[in-house]
């Protein structure tokens, strides 16, 4: 074998980190870091007989990693070399380089935070940001700067820039080196419109691997993808001398090795895999690459509070690192399912798990850890403040921290156990119940797939308890259906038995299959529902959830939803979930139920309606009539009303009404008078209607309200002379006629008045300090506007004699002076003779 890059720049390495401290690796794709560098330091004397912990982001990759550096030195994994995964260990006393995934070391840091045995840490692959990665690199420093100035530190990846994790580390070095990358020809091939993925993900196989030597290997968004591109080739016929090797985290370890190692019977492989074959992994013979361009992506809904996997287009380092997989020994070829256009349109790199994830699990490492303030640690990206703070809330809820941050015993036993905060929780009581067992499996079932295949006449089933009784029978007798994923049985058996193991229980006493939607609850807390028919609930977080169809579960009154679909309208989807009663409810969730009495305007009733409730969260437990509620309480409701039925609610006299625009016209000329539009109204209610409020429960009440002295009050007795002055009710007109004065539009108040009454009056009358003309609408006879005018002089003067020559045949025993100036005003048919 030729000479790997690595090794050229592994001098350079070994010597900086002799010096002490920490360094940055960036080195391409194939260059041969994984494998090569590790076992360059297991002779350093710096070492001191302590062992390298080395991370690597997925449990496949650090298997692998390990069993290759043991077959470099003649042995078995275990070795020199061994490995640390979930549920798998091959480790021993003469084990020097540890291979773990993330999880494991946060671990190991919480148990020994010195790392007494440990003299170097690397971090593999550092590029993709896992939320564990970036937790146990801001442990390690930690741990470093107080406990263990002598611990090293290097971060390797292919892909990361390297200045930001240099100065994280302390303006720690970096080392680059090539890759030993053969050159790999790019074609973009999208689908033509309407094609589905999986027929043309088919056919580009099938031509890519008809025209170009080598491996095909296929990168698909999951599980479901890859199978139904598997059933797609299968149906057209696979060639002989190929086989088709799915690839993905939850395969049993047999079927991933198969597809990354040679063909026992020398066929060609077509692997279709997740990004779990992005990096890290080296699969021989490889020549060809197939990326759909998408993968899947877990993010965490600020809106719901729910987890949920998103599927997203790769960014363009994720793209390079794969289509690098055709060029590791030979020149090869990567097709890429999307245009030019949208690949100048991918972003630059993945986003950091820590910015888009549920943060609950990392809040309860950082409080074991004894660190209450994340910004006191150092971090690539700090979390974000509102996700860590609903975070923490949450495990103040689940009993995990005290209000001010701090871990509790039981948080403390919850982190020990390595699960989410949500089945940690639920483990530890069920433990004190004696359902540990009936828990590992719910926990294990809900971290799996669901195991039931949809299929001809199959009906809705969000019922987990169905998949909790196929695991119980498939564990007793050995059955498991037809419709039933018998490998998803298999991890969900493994990792349930891997759970108690870790509880270390002896008090998995016979499974009350009865009690499942109780430990749920435990768990979920905020996802206890209360049926409001038709197979909708409403959660205790306020949430509204359905289920996806008529089933059993429908019926119950009361549920705990362990799993949602929340992407799609405005009520989630109920994937599943196992009823709860009431009794169980009252009696385990008592310290979370409160008694209150609620006092609301019931727009059905026409008044305010007040109750005595029993409540968990948003749920009403129980409710009865309340017997005498606080006035102030019925006084608010009754604002509430009429916020939510607007000021028409109350009883507008035209008193009233000619009042407020009154007030109005004045707050129009000068802002020290109040705000009498209906925005601002209803803003202020508690300061101009609410004294006035009690005694009252109802509608018909408010409509006794009288609101002309309400609205007077408000100016005070001060103002209420000056508006009189100023925005009268009535203006006096020459024939002595005291005329209203209509205010509906506080810009243009209007005085409609006879013509004849307005005789002898020279200029239009103002009002508001002088600053507003009246609108004069002057009325024939029969009282209908024949001129509208602000600018009486000017009427007189040129539009009066067009008026008197119309009106004067129609009305010829009304009087029309030649000289209107001059003649003698008159709201009679002709004025009295002098």
Not at 99 to 107: A, K, N, P, Q
Not at 663 to 671: G, N, R, Y
Request: proline share 7%; hydrophobic share 40%; glycine share 8%.
């Amino acid at each position: 074998m030729n000479e790997l890059p690595i090794q050229r720049v592994l001098p350079e390495l070994l010597d900086r980190l002799r010096r002490g401290g920490s360094a940055v690796l960036v080195a391409e794709p194939g260059a041969g870091k994984t494998t090569q560098v590790p076992l360059a330091f297991i002779h350093e004397e710096w070492l001191s007989g302590r062992k390298i912990v080395m991370l690597e982001p997925r449990r496949l990759a650090a298997r692998s990693a390990a069993e290759y550096m043991s077959r470099m030195l003649g042995e078995q994994p275990g070795g020199t070399v061994g490995y640390r995964v979930r549920m798998d260990s091959r480790t021993s006393r003469a084990t020097k380089i540890e291979v773990v995934t993330e999880g494991i070391l946060t671990r190991m840091l919480q148990s020994d935070p010195g790392l007494e045995d440990v003299g170097m840490i690397i971090f593999d692959e550092f590029h993709e940001r896992n939320l564990q990665g970036d937790l146990g690199l801001a442990l390690a420093l930690e741990a470093k700067a107080a406990l263990r100035e002598d611990l090293r530190i290097l971060v390797m990846s292919a892909t990361l820039e390297a200045e930001p994790v240099a100065a994280l580390l302390g303006n720690a070095p970096v080392v680059n080196c090539p890759g030993r990358q053969f050159p790999v020809e790019t074609v973009y091939r999208p689908p033509a419109a309407g094609t589905p993925l999986e027929k043309h993900m088919a056919a580009v196989i099938r031509e890519a691997s008809a025209s170009h030597p080598g491996d095909v290997l296929a990168f698909l968004p999951g599980r479901g993808e890859i199978r139904r591109v598997q059933a797609e080739l299968e149906s057209g016929g696979i060639p002989a001398d190929c086989v088709v090797r799915p690839l993905y985290g939850q395969l049993p370890q047999k079927e991933q090795e198969a597809a990354v190692l040679p063909d026992p019977q020398g066929r060609r492989k077509w692997i279709l895999a997740t990004s779990i074959a992005e990096t890290s992994l080296t699969i021989d013979g490889v020549r060809i690459v197939v990326d759909c361009g998408y993968m899947r992506t877990q993010l965490f809904s600020a809106r719901t509070g729910m987890p949920y996997l998103a599927t997203d287009r790769v960014s363009r380092a994720s793209a390079d690192q794969r289509r690098g997989r055709a060029g590791r020994t030979a020149p090869g070829i990567a097709y890429r399912l999307w245009s030019h256009e949208v690949q100048n349109h991918l972003r630059s790199r993945n986003t950091p798990e820590m910015l888009q994830t549920d943060l609950a699990p990392l809040a309860l490492e950082l409080a074991a850890w004894g660190v209450q303030d994340p910004r006191d640690m150092l971090w690539l990206d700090p979390p974000p403040e509102n996700a860590y703070e609903r975070g923490k809330e949450l495990l103040q809820r689940l009993g995990a921290a005290r209000p001010d941050g701090s871990v509790t015993e039981k948080g403390r036993k919850m982190a020990e156990l390595g699960l989410h905060p949500r089945l940690s929780a639920m483990m530890l009581q069920a433990e004190e119940m004696g359902q540990s067992g009936l828990a590992a499996v719910l926990a294990a079932v809900l971290q799996e797939r669901d195991i039931f295949r949809a299929g001809p006449g199959a009906g809705p089933d969000s019922d987990i308890r169905s998949r909790v009784q196929a695991v119980n029978r498939w564990e007793q007798q050995g059955v498991a259906g037809s419709h039933i994923d018998e490998a998803a049985l298999k991890r969900i058996v493994q990792e349930s038995r891997y759970m108690q193991k870790r509880l270390d229980t002896n008090s998995a006493g016979a499974w009350q299959i009865e009690k499942s939607g109780l430990l749920l609850s435990f768990a979920y807390p905020d996802r206890i529902g209360q049926s409001r028919g038709g197979g909708k609930f409403l959660l205790t977080s306020g949430r509204g959830v359905e289920l996806p169809g008529e089933q059993p579960l429908s019926r119950e009154a009361y549920v705990t939803v362990a799993a949602v679909d929340d992407r799609k309208g405005a009520e989630g989807k109920i994937l599943l979930a196992a009823p709860v009663s009431l009794e169980d409810l009252r009696r385990h969730h008592g310290d979370d139920i409160t008694e209150e009495t609620t006092v609301e305007w019931d727009p059905s009733l026409g008044g305010v309606k007040s109750r005595h409730q029993l409540r968990l969260g948003a749920i009403v437990l129980r409710e009865s009539p309340a017997a005498e509620p606080p006035a102030e309480a019925v006084a608010q409701a009754l604002l509430d009303g009429i916020r939510a039925e607007g000021l028409g609610i109350l009883a507008w006299t035209k008193q009233a009404v000619q009042l407020r625009q009154r007030l109005q016209l004045m707050h129009e000329a000068d802002p020290d008078w109040p705000d009498m539009g209906d925005e601002a109204l209803l803003e202020h209610l508690e300061e101009w209607l609410l004294p006035y409020l009690y005694g009252i429960k109802s509608r018909s009440g408010l409509q006794k309200l009288q609101l002309v002295p309400i609205l007077e009050q408000m100016v005070g007795w001060d103002k209420k002379s000056r508006l009189d002055q100023e925005a009268p009710t009535h203006i006096t007109v020459p024939s002595g006629s005291k005329i209203a004065v209509d205010y509906s539009n506080p810009k243009q108040p209007v005085l409609a008045v006879k013509l004849q009454e307005m005789f002898g009056l020279h200029e239009t009358p103002k009002i508001c300090f002088g600053k507003i003309p009246l609108t004069i609408h002057l009325l024939s006879p029969a009282q209908r506007p024949v001129q509208i005018t602000s600018d009486l002089a000017s009427f007189w003067k040129h539009g009066y004699f067009e008026v008197k020559k119309d009106l004067k045949g129609r009305y010829p025993k009304h009087y029309w002076p030649d000289d209107p100036l001059e003649a003698i005003p008159t709201r009679r048919t002709r004025p009295h003779p002098q």
